[in-house]
Each structure stands twice: as structure tokens, then as C-alpha cells.
């Protein structure tokens, strides 16, 4: 009978590793499968689908385990690889080309579109590159954040290109909004930011996104003139900066920091990525507020490779 599984020892994370540094250390797939197993299982390997601990390893199949829980794999087992239930799956590139996608992602400021990954990595296709990226992406989830506190400010902004600059078969008429599309931020002064495509900025949207994202027991809550955010002063203390008048700081009212993370987003969005379609906006806000929210965070790489 194989030998049941035991906890393996988690890899020492390098903080600030280099790209240099990185290669080095994770070269080949051992080194790759190893710190995989390690980040997704610390206190040993356990069952994807039934999460019991009761898995033995495949003496002919290495980085391969089976599952006997009988509620699980049944008499067969069921059988699963380091990989599995993770962006890995079912994808022909190794973990050290994975390994590079991710640290590069993880270490642009302002991101690094497909096309470079498909450059830098040497993928044979376009179409691989972007579906890596996708995948990664995907996996920057910053789930659980907990309810922003004290100065908190909201704001909104509109993601797409200029009237002026479209095509002339695909000018939307109306205001410098048409066309695009609205997204929605918060951020706590020196702490984390929350942003959100939405449909529309009615005062319905905008305070139910307000009450979900921001605790009742905030410092400020400092907006625009925007008439959506008028409900907020019953619930929450609420200042308004009145854009329309020239008025941009008064005091400890102003909305400058969810403004840079604006621009940082419009800079990439533009200067990177030069389009990016509704259908995968949410993928590039998450991707934008993930990095910015672990600006601070040395082991950001490792962080991305424990949520994969």
C-alpha cells in the first residue's frame, strides 16, 4: 500500500526576489511542483474535492495522489495532481514559464499586456499568452476585504476612448460618457482600494455599493458634487468637494488619492493594454486594485502563486 502523504516543509520565501533569482531558484519543474504543493497545502496535502487528508501518493505517477474517502473517490479513488483545481490545469506550458508570467504581472506597476508576455516567454501563439494572463488575472482576487475605514474616498470614472479618436462608424453622439463605461472606487487614505465596473451611476448603484464596501463606523466619507452620494449624510459623515466650483482640497476633503488610482488605472489601460472590452474589464480592476493593495507586500509573488 503507498505511504500516506506527509506535511512537506514550505520553501523560504525570498523578499524582493529578482527575475534572475527566480529562474534560478525555480529552473525546473520539481522546484516549481514543490513550492506549489507547499503554498496550497502547508499542513499537508489534502483532497481538492472533499478536503480530507486521507490521500496517498502514487509511487508511479510523481506530484499524483488518490483520495479514498469513500464519499469522495468510492473504491477507485479519486485521483488528483498538484495542479489540479488550480489556473494550471489542463495547460501544456510548465510551471517555470507559469512562474515568469506571474512575477512579471505581479511586478508592473502599470501591467504588461499579452503581447509582451508572448515575447518575453516565447509562446508560439498570440491567443497562449493571452489566455495565461486571463487565468492569472483571474486568480488576483482580493476576496474578504474587510469594510474600508477612517478617510475614505469615493469616486467615479468612465473607461474607454475619446469621441473624437473613435472610428467614424463607431462615434456614440452625447456627452464626453458615451460609449464608455462607468466604474466605481473607494480607497482609505494609506490603505486599500475597492473599485467595480457597474451599469450605471444612479444613487441607487452608488450607495449600494457605498454601504457594501465602506463601515458605518468611518471617519469621512469624502465625495464629488456627484447627486447619488446626497443619502450618504444619514448614514455615514459625509463631505462633498465641489469640482464645479475649483474647489479641490478643503481640509481633509478632498478625493486625490482615489484620483491617482485613476490615473495609474487609465495610464495602464491606455498606455498598455490600448483597448479593453466590457466583457473583461472586471478581470483588469481586479488585476489593478490586487497590485495596489499589495504595493507593500514583499512576498506579492508568492501571495499570487497560494491563490492560483
Not at 456627452?175 to 444612479?202: F, H, L, Q, W, Y
Request: proline content about 3%.
Amino acid at each position: 500500500m503507498d505511504k500516506k502523504v506527509e506535511a512537506g516543509k514550505p520553501l523560504c520565501t525570498q523578499p524582493n526576489i529578482t527575475l534572475a533569482q527566480l529562474m534560478k531558484q525555480f529552473s525546473d519543474e520539481t522546484a516549481c511542483k514543490t513550492l506549489l504543493r507547499d503554498m496550497r497545502w502547508p499542513d499537508g496535502v489534502e483532497c481538492p474535492r472533499c478536503k480530507s487528508k486521507k490521500v496517498y501518493a502514487l509511487a508511479s505517477k510523481p506530484w499524483h495522489w488518490v483520495c479514498k474517502n469513500k464519499d469522495c473517490g468510492g473504491r477507485n479513488g479519486y485521483r488528483f495532481s498538484v495542479i489540479t483545481k488550480t489556473i494550471f490545469e489542463n495547460t501544456n506550458y510548465p510551471l517555470s514559464t507559469w512562474f515568469q508570467v506571474i512575477y512579471l504581472m505581479t511586478q508592473s506597476k502599470k501591467g504588461i499586456s499579452a503581447l509582451q508576455i508572448h515575447r518575453q516567454i516565447g509562446s508560439g501563439d498570440y491567443r497562449t499568452a493571452w489566455y495565461m494572463v486571463m487565468r492569472v488575472r483571474a486568480a488576483m482576487k482580493d476576496d474578504g476585504l474587510a469594510k474600508l475605514l477612517g478617510t475614505v474616498e469615493i469616486d467615479e470614472t468612465y473607461i474607454g476612448g475619446k469621441e473624437k479618436n473613435r472610428h467614424w462608424n463607431k462615434k456614440q453622439g452625447g456627452s464626453g460618457t458615451a460609449g464608455k463605461i462607468p466604474v466605481i472606487g473607494a480607497i482609505s487614505r494609506k490603505g486599500k482600494v475597492v473599485c467595480k465596473m457597474i451599469e450605471n451611476t444612479d444613487t441607487e448603484t452608488l450607495t449600494r455599493f457605498v454601504r457594501k464596501t465602506v463601515s458605518d463606523r468611518v471617519d469621512l466619507v469624502a465625495t464629488d458634487e456627484h447627486s447619488g452620494y446626497r443619502y450618504l449624510k444619514w448614514a455615514m459623515p459625509h463631505e462633498v468637494i465641489k469640482h464645479s466650483d475649483n474647489q479641490y482640497v478643503r481640509g481633509e476633503v478632498h478625493t486625490n488619492s482615489i484620483e491617482s488610482f485613476w490615473s495609474l488605472l487609465k495610464r495602464g489601460v491606455l498606455g498598455t493594454y490600448h483597448n479593453v472590452s466590457k466583457k473583461y474589464l472586471p478581470l483588469y480592476l481586479a488585476e489593478f486594485q490586487y497590485r495596489f493593495n499589495n504595493r507593500d507586500n514583499k512576498n506579492i509573488f508568492f501571495d499570487v502563486i497560494a491563490g492560483c
